[in-house]
Structures are given as structure tokens and as C-alpha cells.
């Protein structure tokens, strides 16, 4: 072996996928930690001291005004979809006239929160990631930090404040357009009655499925605000680094949305389970 061998090449066991895979759990964990810190930071200066209103109405405009348009057209498209998806499989069984039930329930409940979340990851999300990494590849954030400003505080936590805030009504608006949407498709194509439309829809669907869903959204938008905010002070160099931080920050919010959708959707059902112990209506 030649002096100049590295001590990877030393240990050939070293580049075995055994190797491989420990090194990515272990970068992994790194990260995870990194993220956790980063947010105990945020959530200190949510406490400490909240942006001024000057700073905060246009971030929230952009994040809230500025999604309506493609959370309608998702919404929209998505309820047409369901009624189409859904009325033959429950015609077969003579229920055509529950669809109502099924397309709000699935609306509310999982769609709605969902593909409001996936829509602001990628629009918001990513949006805010380029543009912390930009300012990080430009100094800008050293800059700020030379003046004596937090750029925790003055970069993130208006960010995810709108971030938290927007995303309820957002996914609001997702459910409404398509609750519509898929009311259009089942009444005035395949000829559903309105009546039982609205009566299933008001039988099957509770008040505990709405603030379930509300609350997804909530969770979701403080994940994407803290993923892309994160992403964006991690950035590399250049503009391949900023570039990455905005895929990344979409990647890891999608998967962040999916687990946490996961672990929300057990809790729901154990505390719904522990409303009707108690004898709590949930209607």
C-alpha cells in the first residue's frame, strides 16, 4: 500500500454497502437533530417577540392571496374527479345516492388538508427556501447578523407565521370549491338528487372531521414553514446550491406531510374512540 493511501482505502470494509447504509443513518440522524434545534430556536423567539404587522400582512398576502388560484383549481378538479371515480363502484351496490357522504367526508378529512399542504409546499415552500438561500449565498444573512439582528427572528418566523396561519383557510377553500366540484358532477351529469346529496353529506360528515382536518392543515403548514426555512439557511454554494435547497425543501415537506397525516389519522380515530367512551357528541 502506497504512503498516500487514505485510511478508506486502507479499510476496504469501509466501502461496503453495510458502510453505505450506516453512513446515511447516521447523516440522517444529523439532520434530524439540526432540524429539531433549528425549530426550538424558532419556537423561542415565537415566544420572545412576534414580527411587526408592516413585516408580517405582506408575507401573509403572498402565502394566502397568491395560493387561491391553484388551491381552486386543485380543489376543484380533485372533487370532480371523486364523483366521477366513485358514483359507478357505488351504483353497483344501489348507494348512488350517498355520494355526497363519500366525496365530503374524503374532502374534509384527508383530501382537503392534504392537497392544500402539497400545493403550498410547492409553490411557498420551495419559494422560501430559494430565497433564504439566496440571501445566505449572498451574505445577506451575515450581513444581518453583523448588524445585531436575528435572522431566525426576522426571516423565519414571518414566514411561519403565515405559513400557520394561511393554511387553514387555504384548505377551507380547497374543501368548499371541491365539495362543488364534485356536487356539479354528481347532480348535474349523473342525475343525483341535491336533496340527498346535502342529507348524507350533513349525516356522514361531523363537526369533529372538520376541526380534524383543520387542524392536519395547521400541522402541515408549520412543517413546510420549518422544513423550507431550514433547507434555505443549510443551502450550498452557488446557484446549484440553491437549487437543491428548493427540491429538497419540496421532497422533505412532501414526506413530512405523508408521515405526518400518518400519525394525525391515529390520533383522530383514538381520540374519536375516547369522545364516544365518554359519551361526547362529535356531530
Not at 150 to 172: E, G, H, N, S
Not at 200 to 223: E, L
Request: glycine letters at 10%; charged letters at 10%; proline letters at 4%.
Amino acid at each position: 500500500m502506497s504512503a498516500s493511501a487514505s485510511p478508506i482505502d486502507a479499510h476496504p470494509s469501509a466501502s461496503t454497502p453495510i458502510h453505505g447504509l450506516g453512513r446515511m443513518v447516521v447523516d440522517s440522524i444529523v439532520v434530524l437533530g439540526d432540524l429539531f434545534t433549528f425549530g426550538w430556536t424558532l419556537c423561542g423567539w415565537l415566544l420572545i417577540r412576534l414580527p411587526r404587522a408592516r413585516v408580517l400582512w405582506p408575507i401573509l398576502y403572498e402565502v394566502g392571496v397568491r395560493s387561491v388560484p391553484v388551491v381552486c383549481v386543485t380543489g376543484l378538479f380533485i372533487g370532480m374527479v371523486l364523483a366521477v371515480q366513485t358514483y359507478d363502484t357505488l351504483k353497483q351496490m344501489h348507494f348512488e345516492s350517498q355520494i355526497g357522504s363519500v366525496i365530503n367526508g374524503t374532502l374534509v378529512k384527508e383530501l382537503g388538508p392534504v392537497l392544500a399542504a402539497v400545493m403550498l409546499a410547492g409553490r411557498v415552500g420551495s419559494a422560501i427556501a430559494a430565497q433564504i438561500g439566496t440571501m445566505k449565498v449572498s451574505e445577506q444573512i451575515d450581513a444581518l447578523s453583523a448588524l445585531g439582528a436575528d435572522p431566525v427572528a426576522f426571516l423565519v418566523v414571518p414566514r411561519f407565521l403565515a405559513c400557520f396561519l394561511m393554511i387553514p383557510a387555504l384548505t377551507m377553500v380547497a374543501e368548499g370549491v371541491g365539495i362543488f366540484g364534485g356536487w356539479f358532477v354528481s347532480t348535474q351529469i349523473y342525475g343525483v338528487s341535491s336533496h340527498l346529496f346535502w342529507t348524507y353529506s350533513d349525516r356522514f360528515v361531523t363537526a369533529f372531521d372538520v376541526i380534524t382536518g383543520v387542524f392536519k392543515s395547521m400541522s402541515f403548514g408549520a412543517a413546510i414553514a420549518i422544513i423550507a426555512c431550514h433547507r434555505g439557511f443549510r443551502c450550498g454554494s452557488g446557484a446549484e446550491g440553491v437549487g437543491r435547497a428548493a427540491t429538497e425543501a419540496f421532497v422533505a415537506s412532501f414526506v413530512a406531510i405523508l408521515a405526518l397525516d400518518f400519525v394525525l389519522a391515529l390520533l383522530s380515530i383514538h381520540l374519536l374512540k375516547l369522545l364516544w367512551a365518554l359519551g361526547i357528541p362529535v356531530t
